[in-house]
Each structure stands twice: as structure tokens, then as C-alpha cells.
């Protein structure tokens, strides 16, 4: 059946149970069935308990702890950053694998020479390496910004319209809500404003990935989708947030993963990811009518990534399906490479130009 075939969709990586991982590429955690060791020069080290990462190391690559599919919530220490000076700003992004850095708010915060707290740059990404927003905190700000990524990998909507993959996963209804019980109380560590904040959601990949062969009104079922994101977004605005970045869903019919699907799926998939994209444009300028004071951009990473897909050599890509290795456009068979990420991060630094971060 197509629901069992479009299972590996959230998965963080590609597995593979004989070669060893690239630095920067997952080699183990929860749910992990590919290579759990990394070439020589990297080390397979544990970010949280659904992901480790091969990180660079002087000594041999060593596996990762051995962890058990059910898991009791554990507690850390935040590690509090000092007061930020004057100057700096914020960014908020929500999402999925195509976002998250594997930040964890109970760790070690953002700083100042530490701008995206923890994990370590670049983070835990769904390509390996650096995803747009480290490439954006680190390389293309104007000014120095402060990033609290919420995103989480394998994110949909809410859990209760479309199931993640694992029950673990924090859902952007999850991630709002993390975001609300902490950080938009502007702590000393971050007293963000709505004028120095910004705030940015990327997801409706896994909602659209796992539920477009569901049958019934897809079409419908995207409103009853968007109706949940935007309750959210309200939130976000309720709590402060008055600068918000959206980001369409891209063209995951044409991922190696997808691609390996029969073609009528993939023509389904691409239907239902151009409603939805048309119904969230719709839904983003009725958003911003009905918020005074509220800023809206929507970089449409849909064409970005089409126009890249249909001419991947003039961007110093091999072709347009290759994924994991060096020149390729896929960093796994359902997420870009760094090397796509940094494209990405350069052109939506272009659509902020002049603001406060870009």
C-alpha cells in the first residue's frame, strides 16, 4: 500500500547498512536503521536520543549509545546566556527537518559568539551540514541575531490531523506551544521585542507527504490543515510577534524518495502541494488584513526549487535526482544538500533585504 511505501518520508537520513556516514550526516537514534559508524576522521556523537550526528573528530569513528524505542522525558539544566548587548535581534523559526538545527531550550542557550545555542554549528539538520538557517544566523545576517529554532524534525501541523512518524515528534502546535511556556515571556537572556524579532514557519511537507494518498477531499482537508496553522500563528502574534516569515511547500514530488513512487502518485502529490501553496498565499494576505502592524513575507521555495530542479547544472549541481554526495542537489533521498541550503538562505536574505537581520 502507498501509506507503507511513503513511510521513510520523515525519516532524518538516508539509511544504508554498509557504508559508513559523511561528517555532518546522522549515524544513529532512535528509529536510526542506516550506518551507525562514520568515515575516518569523524565520530558518531549523540545530539538527543532521536539523533546522532558524525561530527568532526581527531579520533576514529565510534557508534552511538545503543537507545531503546520508548524513552522517559529527562530533564537538563538551562544553560543561561548573559544579558545580549544592544543591537542585536531574534529569530523564531518553526518547522520540520527542512528547518530544525536540533536546538533543545533546555540546553545551552543562544549568546553572542554562540548564536544558535546548541547543538554545536551547524546543528542537527535533515541534509547533514549547514541548512538555511545557519547559514542565515551565521553568514548572510546584517546584524547579530540570536536563533531559537523550534523546529523538529518529522514536524507536521498537529499530531491529531496528521500523524508523525514517531509519537516523540513535537508538531508545530508543540513547538508554539514550547515557545509560549518559555522564551515569550522575554527572559533577561532574551528580551526580544516585536520590532527586533522575527518569526518564520516552514512546514506542510510531512503533512502533505503522509496524508496525500489518504484519500477523500484533499483540497478540503488543506483548509482544515491551514485553519490549525494559522490558530497558531495568532498565537505567536498574541504573544508579540509582528514580523513573520512564511515559507511554501516545496516540490517533494520530485525527491529521489517520491521519484521512486509510481508516477501517478507523484502527479497527486504535485497537485495537492500547488493547492495547498495556493490556499496559504490566500490565507497569508488575509492574515496580514486582519493584523494591524503585522509584516508578512512568503519566500516560495516552490520556485526555487523547480528553478533550480530544471537546470541544475547552471547552479554547479550534477543533475537533478543524485543525492549524497559532493555536487548534489539531494543531501539524502528527501532532503537538500548544504550546498542547496546556502542557495536558500542567499535568496531569502535577499527578500529580507532591509530589515533588521538581512
Known sequence: ?????????????????????????????????????????????????????????????????????TTTSTSSTTTSAPSPPSGVTYWFPFGDS???TGFNPNSTLPSVGNPLGNPSFPGATGGGGENFVGFDTITYNKSTILTYNYAYGGATIDANLVVPYLPTVLSLTDQVNEFLAGVAKKPATAPWTSTNSLFTVWIGINDIGNSFGSGGDRSAFSVILLNAYFALVQKLVAAGARNVLFINVPPIDRSPLMLAQPTSSQTLEKSVIADFNTKLAARIAGFKANNTGVTTWLWDSNSAFTTILDAPTQFGFVDAVS??????????????????????????SKLMAGTPWF
Do not use: R
Open 98 to 100: 527542512y528547518t530544525t
Open 1 to 69: 500500500m502507498l501509506s507503507v511505501l511513503l513511510l521513510p518520508l520523515l525519516l532524518l537520513a538516508v539509511p544504508g547498512i554498509a557504508a559508513q556516514s559523511p561528517v555532518w550526516a546522522q549515524c544513529g537514534g532512535i528509529g536510526w536503521t542506516g550506518s551507525t559508524s562514520c568515515i575516518a576522521g569523524a565520530a558518531c556523537t549523540v545530539q538527543n536520543d532521536y539523533y546522532s550526528q558524525c561530527l568532526p573528530s581527531s579520533g576514529s569513528s565510534t557508534a552511538p549509545p545503543t537507545t531503546t524505542a
Open 323 to 348: 543525492f549524497g554526495s559532493t555536487g548534489d542537489f539531494w543531501g539524502n533521498n528527501y532532503h537538500p544538500s548544504s550546498a542547496a541550503h546556502k542557495i536558500f538562505a542567499q535568496e531569502i
